[in-house]
């Protein structure tokens, strides 16, 4: 009976040194984990800053050349309205 406790405190004692690895080891790569956070939230920051950046000037270019077409449109109403009102007056 002796020798049956004896053995299976040596493999509690053995099992709670594996646990106490495993834990060790656990720590480590979570505090390597939480040591790069930084790393990649100020990355992933650039690239949103970036992004943003990219999708106002694409933004701006549009509305640039929507005005553009707008505006020679607009030109061309003028100058056919100018040259009805030249014509009609003329023949008035």
């Known amino acids: 009976m002796k020798q049956m406790r004896d053995a299976l405190v040596c493999v509690l004692v053995f ?28 990355s992933t920051r650039a690239a949103v800053a970036q992004q943003i950046t990219d999708t106002r000037k694409d933004v701006l270019d549009a509305s640039e050349r929507q005005l553009a077409a707008t505006r020679c449109g607009l030109l061309r109403h003028i100058t056919a309205f100018r040259t009805t009102v030249g014509a009609s007056a003329a023949t008035a």
């Open 15 to 42: 099992t709670l040194i594996l646990l106490t690895g495993w834990a060790i080891r656990i720590e480590r790569d979570a505090d390597t984990v939480v040591r790069s956070f930084p790393g990649e939230l100020q």
